[in-house]
């Protein structure tokens, strides 16, 4: 087999753009197949000439390699193939059947003819087109709108290297988008949406108060201009809620003395027989109704109490008997589950009435009142009917929901950095994660894989929300944008990895930086989080250059590669420890500075996503 002179012929691959790679070891067989047809029977050929306007150099047949590729972005248009001449035929002047890879002959040329066939229809018909389309450096948004290629020459190890890299399936990425579109679908579905607006919406209606009044009672409750859920209901759901997520000083503290107050209620009997209601001496109308305080003739040894409905002497189930004996404290008192059999002639004032009111447990921050259903119902709180008494009732296991607390009075729900990442505020929210994850994230999974994508992208959007949880506890946050910002910064350590490839690195850098800014100034609306943004970026990038696939660019950067792995974890691990040092030893509860950069009050109420007003006026 004759030598081959080719000069310098460009092979473009469909499937890896911008890519330049020096020759193979070993061409496809089927190449020197598509070579070997360009024939005519009978007739003895020289060399054959694959022309192209590059250097010629002549290589044995024997070893040809399938030559460099290129881009069609770098190079718009195609090279035509310049085919003189041929190799040796045989008798029959078509190839050898037992040849491995053999095609059927392509045009017959004579000898003074040359024809022109472009390198898409021999790739199309010889060459399988490679799954390897993905390469360092070639984001979506740097083949979008382009700006910057690669350098032309490239050691052949990188070459090889940017060549064995796979071009993987975004699973991860489909998987999270309908998972977080499948969940509003359903909390919409199940809680309705909030009123849609910028400040807070007022509501009034005369409702049946414990007095047996009707009063005129006004219900502010926060808007919500992503079109979705209400913030309580977006808590209920698995929020990023600090005091649901460890217990809370402050809320602790405020608990801790509304039952102080509860211990010196005792029961208000309508004197009309109308009911009765747990409330102080204050609020008991002294002209219509008595308040039965023990000690009386009915308990001489108990101070705490009476409450309405409820009596150790008059329960069965859980008796009041030794070494159980139910103190003197109402508010350590439990839930009666069986009454004893006591005719109601008989039975003392405070148990013989109609209980009207029930603890209701309001807004976010566990407070707790002695209200009619039709209240609670109108200000959309929890009403507990099997409790008397709002020391009996944990509101703040109520009001996270999800699962319920292992100890009542202790949250533990840590979790809800990880829940709140599938939750979103409304449509509006999804959207925009919509379109980042299909245009961002899905590419950027291509390169990175899906088992990567998914530890970057969970553990960036946990380490963002745990920083958020820090210095903005009281602040309920839902969304993925610790981990959208994660994802960001995976894109900007594969810039970095793919720096001595690209011929201008400055472009897609400063491209990704407008992206940025533009989602931190998103940040600054109620239900986004710029914490989350800046930690989740931190730990996004930490753990990109530990786990993105990078280029080695000589022994020395292969040994900086596995220090950088080294140093990165090690930043992460610390990061996050630190975190949770923070939130559990250290907590912040009161940063007023820190709000500024969560959110800026364009209007009075702007930034009060979680804050419910709650106005009564007694109507005459």
Known sequence: MADLTIKHELFFDRDLPGVVEQPLASPPAAFK??????????????????????????????????????SRAARPELPKLKIAGSLPATAT????????GAVAPLAVLDEEETDHVGVADVLANVIKPPTKSRIPGMDFMSRFFGGHGFRRKQPVSVQEQMYELLDHRPYFTYWVTIVQTLILIVSVAVYGFAPVGFDHKQQS????????????????????????????????????????????????????????????????????????????????????????????????HRVSGSVCGLDPHY??????????????????WPICKKKANVSIPRAAPHMSCEVVGHPCCTGTRGECQISTREYCDFVQGYFHEDALLCSQVSCMDKICGMLPFLDPEVPDQFYRLWT?????????????????????????????GFVR???????????????????????????????????????????????KLLDRPWMPVLRMSLMVLFLFIVGLFPWTDNYAHIFGFAFGFLLSLALLPGLAFGESNRRCKVWTIILALLACIGLFAGLIVMFYVHPIYDCVGCSYLNCIPITENFCDNQKIVIAKKPTD
């Open 420 to 448: 709140a990442i599938f939750l979103h505020a409304g449509f509006i929210h999804l959207l925009i994660t919509l379109v980042f994850q299909y245009v961002v994230m899905r590419d950027a999974e291509k390169l990175t």
């Open 315 to 332: 329960c069965s189930d859980p008796p009041s008997v030794g070494p159980h004996t139910w103190p003197d404290d109402i508010t350590r």
């Open 205 to 300: 209606s005369l409702i049946l108060e414990t007095s047996l009044a009707l009063e005129t009672v006004d219900y502010l409750e926060p808007e919500n201009f992503w079109l979705g859920p209400r913030a309580n209901h977006l808590i209920h759901l698995g929020a990023k809620y600090a005091p649901c997520m460890r217990p809370d000083d402050k809320i602790g503290e405020q608990i801790a003395a509304d039952r102080a107050s509860e211990n010196e209620t005792a029961c208000c009997v309508r004197n009309d027989g109308s009911g009765c209601v747990q409330s102080t001496l204050r609020k008991c109308s002294k002209t219509m109704a008595t308040f039965y305080k023990f000690p009386n003739k009915h308990e001489e």
């Open 93 to 100: 002047g078509s190839l050898p059947a037992s040849a491995p």
């Open 33 to 70: 197949m598509a070579v070997n047809a360009f024939q005519s029977p009978g007739r003895k050929r020289s060399a054959v000439a694959v022309k192209a306007p590059m250097t010629t150099e002549t290589i044995p047949a024997a070893e040809a390699p399938l030559l460099s590729r290129v």
């Open 453 to 499: 994508m998914g530890i970057i992208y969970i553990m960036s959007g946990v380490g963002g929300n745990l920083a958020s949880a820090i210095f903005t506890p009281y602040v309920a946050e839902v969304g993925p944008s610790g981990s959208q910002f994660g994802v960001f910064a995976c894109v900007f350590v594969e810039i970095i990895y793919s720096w």
